[in-house]
């Protein structure tokens, strides 16, 4: 099954406004085709509801039938109502059977004809009383396929006892002509509006995403061997990433650096023991077994240290890795007494709890204890550690002291070389300090020497620390 490509932030952004977009200039058109038709029928209806209250204010009746007679006191002034079809029309009469209006006064545009209503419009015209009814009904210009909006309603003249209808219509079809081109006009403004925003938003997107696009060239420079790091000046959304970015390079670099670093030492410390080796065996017939058990243990010891250089700078840039202080603290304060029980050993702790590494425990323990065991070893009888709160930098503090010969600041320098020994008498490959040096430094941290105020040594272990959220 193959993978599916994913879409590209520009189609996926434009693709994401269009369908709000889209959909609103939609909804837009209908509301105003709406609004433009109502406000327009209520234009178009205003003479009407004027026509049918001037009627019914000028007819005159002649007796207390409608079959007697109704005359007009006066003329409506539109004179459209006087041309014979002219689509303005009016007529009082009243309803037979067949929906039909008997008229007994009409306009002389009818030329004779009279109106047809359909059943729902008289059934309409019945449920408004004498209140205005308003329909749709064909008009008398059959030919030119005439529709009619017409007002009309249902009155009871005075002195009589039957209703009339005073009805007055007017040909729809400006109406009908006027709400198209409206339609028209709308439609083809809001797609020129649609085209429009859908080029700006394209626009936009692309124009947001230029930093992007930039920071994208920039580490292609990088991966040519055109820049060494990511340059430019980003907004403050993408400075991070163009930040980290940068960290990650350095990293790499450092990386391959401190490889190079550490196959050139260990080939360095490999060379006089094989050299001894191969002089020995070219001297003579069989080496003795205690220069080989000898040079062969060296050869494992500079071996076994590179590669814990190594972990520890791999470690010393995870990411998520913590380590909690106090339980290997505690541990080791518990367990160096019963080791060094000729020596009475006092563990005096103190400084703050709660502080948590940021970095791997096997690398912390092996820092701690390195140090705590040396202080042991060389101490009278007193070790005190000291745990310092994370300052700003996020960095925090840990000191190991003891009362013992302790050493001076060249053999201090000496002190963290690689295999160096101070004291050939006691046991140790010389390894200890070195290893927690080369851990402090994998870790961004440092790692002092110096005198305590009892006399003896005191080892600085400066680390980063977990900041509270």
């Known amino acids: 099954m193959t993978a599916r490509t994913p879409r590209s932030l520009v189609s996926s952004l434009v693709r994401a406004a269009a369908l709000w977009a889209i959909p609103g200039l939609i909804l837009t058109a209908v509301v105003l085709t709406w609004l433009s038709n109502s406000a327009t029928y209520r234009s178009f209806d205003e003479p009407l509801e004027s026509a049918v209250l001037g009627l019914i204010a000028s007819v005159e009746t002649a007796g207390d039938r409608v079959d007697q007679g109704l005359r007009l006191s006066r003329e409506?002034?539109?004179?459209?109502?006087?041309?014979?079809?002219?689509?303005?029309?009016?007529?009082?009469?009243?309803?037979?059977?067949?929906?039909?209006?008997?008229p007994i006064l009409s306009s002389r545009s009818l030329y004779g004809a009279t109106l047809r209503l359909r059943r729902d419009s008289v059934e309409t015209l019945a449920a408004q009383g004498q209140d205005s009814a308003h329909f749709i009904t064909a008009g008398p210009d059959t030919d030119a396929g005439e529709t009619l909006r017409v007002v009309a309603r249902q009155v009871i003249l005075p002195d009589m006892n039957s209703s009339v209808v005073v009805l007055a219509g007017a040909d729809r079809a400006p109406v009908v002509r006027s709400t198209r081109n409206f339609i028209l006009t709308a439609v083809s403004l809001l797609a020129l509006l649609t085209v429009g925003l859908t080029l700006a938003v394209y626009a936009q997107v692309r124009l947001g995403l230029k930093p992007l696009f930039e920071l994208g060239d920039r580490i292609a420079e990088v991966r040519e061997g055109q820049a060494v790091s990511v340059e430019g000046v980003y907004p403050p959304e993408i400075a991070p990433l163009a930040k980290e970015l940068n960290s990650l390079i350095s990293h790499n670099k450092s990386v391959v650096e401190r490889a190079q670093t550490h196959v050139g030492n260990l080939a360095h410390a490999l060379k006089t023991p094989i050299a001894v080796l191969?002089?020995?065996?070219?001297?003579?017939e069989t080496t003795p077994s205690d220069i080989v058990a000898r040079q062969t243990e060296t050869m494992a010891e500079q071996v076994d240290h590179h590669l814990?250089?190594?972990?520890?700078?791999?470690?010393?840039?995870?990411?998520?890795v913590r380590?909690?202080?106090?339980?290997?603290?505690?541990?080791?304060?518990?367990?160096?007494?019963?080791?060094?029980?000729?020596?009475?050993?006092?563990?005096?702790?103190?400084?703050?709890?709660?502080?948590?590494?940021?970095?791997?425990?096997?690398?912390?323990?092996?820092?701690?204890g390195n140090l705590m065991d040396n202080a042991a070893k060389w101490s009278h009888d007193r070790i005190d550690v000291s745990v310092s709160p994370a300052e700003e930098d996020?960095?925090?503090?840990?000191?190991?002291?003891?009362?013992?010969?302790g050493l001076t600041a060249e053999e201090s320098k000496i002190a963290l070389q690689r295999g160096a020994r101070l004291d050939e008498a006691t046991p140790?490959?010389?390894?200890?300090?070195?290893?927690?040096?080369?851990?402090?430094?994998?870790y961004n941290g440092s790692f002092i020497l110096s005198r305590s105020d009892r006399g003896g040594l005191k080892a600085t272990l400066r680390l980063p620390a977990v900041k509270d959220l």
């Not at 409506?76 to 008997?102: C, F, H, M």
């Open 76 to 102: 409506l002034p539109d004179p459209r109502y006087q041309r014979a079809l002219s689509g303005k029309y009016w007529i009082i009469g009243t309803l037979n059977d067949q929906s039909e209006i008997v």
């Open 428 to 442: 140790g490959s010389g390894l200890g300090l070195s290893i927690v040096d080369d851990l402090a430094k994998a």
């Open 394 to 405: 996020g960095f925090c503090s840990v000191s190991i002291s003891d009362n013992g010969p």
């Open 323 to 368: 380590t909690e202080m106090d339980p290997v603290i505690d541990g080791l304060v518990r367990t160096l007494p019963r080791i060094y029980r000729d020596k009475d050993l006092t563990i005096n702790l103190t400084g703050a709890k709660g502080l948590v590494f940021r970095g791997h425990p096997r690398d912390f323990e092996d820092m701690v």
């Open 278 to 284: 191969r002089n020995e065996a070219a001297s003579a």
């Open 308 to 320: 814990r250089r190594a972990r520890a700078a791999a470690r010393g840039q995870a990411i998520g």
